[in-house]
């Protein structure tokens, strides 16, 4: 006869697990951040733009964020020297967005914290596990983003 699960029981409540398992990454990894003095949304916004120039609204959907959301975002990466906004010369009602030389330094210098601490997080997992997680983890994303474009 199978056991029952504790309803109680942290462990046996999958979303209250990764709640909890999310937490303690968020602290690391905002620890980890704190080294290149970004927030979170400041260092995805880095990290997008480092594989190169986008437009800023082709920025905001990427980063899922309101336009005005991620011009506040924009305004303090510009100002610290991080990144610079220019019009698209081929559409002026463009703005493209692209990392400086010190936004492209502070982007390796957070490559290399989180690369840390990701050590430190996932050290216990193969590579084929982390492979999995992130499968799994981009599965329960989608299905988030599908329940809220329903709405």
């Known amino acids: 006869m199978r056991a029952v699960p504790d309803p109680g029981a942290p462990t046996d409540r999958l979303g209250f697990l990764l709640a ?11 620890g980890a951040l704190a080294v290149a003095g ?4 400041h260092a995805l916004t880095l990290l997008h733009l480092g594989s190169g120039p986008m437009s800023q609204r082709g920025l905001a959907d990427t980063l899922e964020v309101d ?3 991620l011009v506040a975002i924009l305004n303090d990466l510009e100002r610290d020297g991080q990144l610079e906004r220019r019009r698209d010369p081929a559409d002026r009602r463009r703005h493209i967005v692209e990392l400086t030389e010190s936004g492209t330094a502070t982007l390796r210098a957070m490559d290399t914290a ?3 601490a990701e050590r430190e997080l996932f050290s216990a997992l193969s590579g084929p596990d982390r ?3 992130r499968n799994l983890l981009e599965r ?3 299905t988030d983003r599908r329940e809220c474009t329903e709405d």
């Open 20 to 30: 909890l398992r999310g937490e303690a990454t968020s602290a690391r990894i905002r």
């Open 38 to 41: 970004l927030s979170p949304r």
């Open 67 to 69: 336009p005005s959301q």
């Open 114 to 116: 989180l690369d840390e």
């Open 131 to 133: 492979a999995a997680l």
């Open 140 to 142: 329960v994303s989608a």
